[in-house]
């Protein structure tokens, strides 16, 4: 399935490069900016004479109390603006995914307050939920490779014993890394269900996820590890404007590859998941 989906993402390149492309740099330039835009003025306001003067007329406690909430204030509003620009560039890549031209202007769709809301929810709920696998997957590689530091460091333990515990190791954190994977596969339908349903709340679109990933996680872990390659050789042979859009679009239609591939299974070991309330665009 792995070359298929990336045949078929290279079909979809085909006149498209440039702009896809576009889309991805436009939407990173737009989150530096503002990041370092917000970072700087919270930074310089901290610092200026018109804060100093504040405190030294005012209760200190009180400037900078005020000073911190407008501050996260900011910085909320900076998720949002960064999760609203991700979800569309998403959505554009998606729409891309199912042949469907998707207008540029689709990058800013999901902007509006409770679009992006939406959006920072589900990113949010996603690092929780990887953060949780991750520390789950690794605890033990991380308390071997302690182990290994700590005995090299404190005892003058045999050669063999240490090579043992690093080969151990190695193959521990190498299943623990495919397994995790196995698990972030598992959510990754949620941002496709998010992108084409304005109505399904973010709570379902996981759900929907975790039940309907479940026949391609392995596919989904080889199309992904495949793509170490392709990064590396954006050094020596393959420019970075051609990699990220042909990575990103081969990611969105394996998505809606399954996601249309699960409807004509026909013997699946769950009922098929409805949602009344759908706006889907496409």
């Given amino acids: 399935m792995s070359g298929f989906i990336k045949v078929k993402a290279k079909e979809l390149l085909l ?52 000073y911190s909430l407008f501050t996260i204030s900011l910085y909320f509003i900076l998720f949002l603006f960064i999760c609203g620009l991700k979800m569309g560039e998403n959505a554009i890549y998606f729409m891309e995914s199912k042949m469907s031209k998707a207008k540029f202007k689709y990058l800013f769709i999901f902007l509006r307050p409770s679009q992006s809301f939406r959006a920072f929810l589900l990113y949010f709920r996603l690092l929780n939920l990887k953060t949780l696998w991750a520390l789950f997957f690794f605890s033990v590689p991380l308390f071997c490779t302690a182990l290994i530091i700590f005995l090299y460091l404190t005892t003058s333990s045999y050669a063999f014993v240490l090579y043992t515990l690093i080969i151990g190791t190695a193959i521990l954190t190498s299943v623990s890394l495919f397994y995790y994977n196995c698990s972030k596969i598992r959510y990754s339908y949620a941002i496709y269900y998010l992108c084409t349903d304005l109505k399904i709340s973010v709570k379902d679109a996981i759900e929907k996820s975790t039940l309907h990933s479940d026949n391609f996680i392995k596919d989904g872990v080889i199309l992904k590890s495949s793509f170490l390659f392709w990064f590396l050789s954006c050094v020596l042979f393959f420019p970075i404007f051609y990699v990220i859009p042909f990575t990103k679009l081969s990611k969105a239609r394996f998505i809606t ?26």
Avoid: E
């Avoid at 249309?260 to 665009?281: A, W």
């Fill in 15 to 66: 006149n498209n490069t440039f702009r896809l492309f576009l889309v991805s740099f436009t939407a990173f330039i737009l989150k530096s900016f503002v990041s370092a835009f917000v970072f700087l003025f919270t930074n310089t306001l901290l610092i200026s004479p018109f804060l100093q003067n504040m405190v030294i007329r005012y209760n200190s406690l009180l400037v900078y109390f005020i």
């Fill in 257 to 282: 590859f399954t996601d249309g591939l699960r409807y004509s299974l026909t013997q699946t070991n769950y009922l098929p998941y409805t949602n009344k309330k759908s706006n889907r665009i496409s």
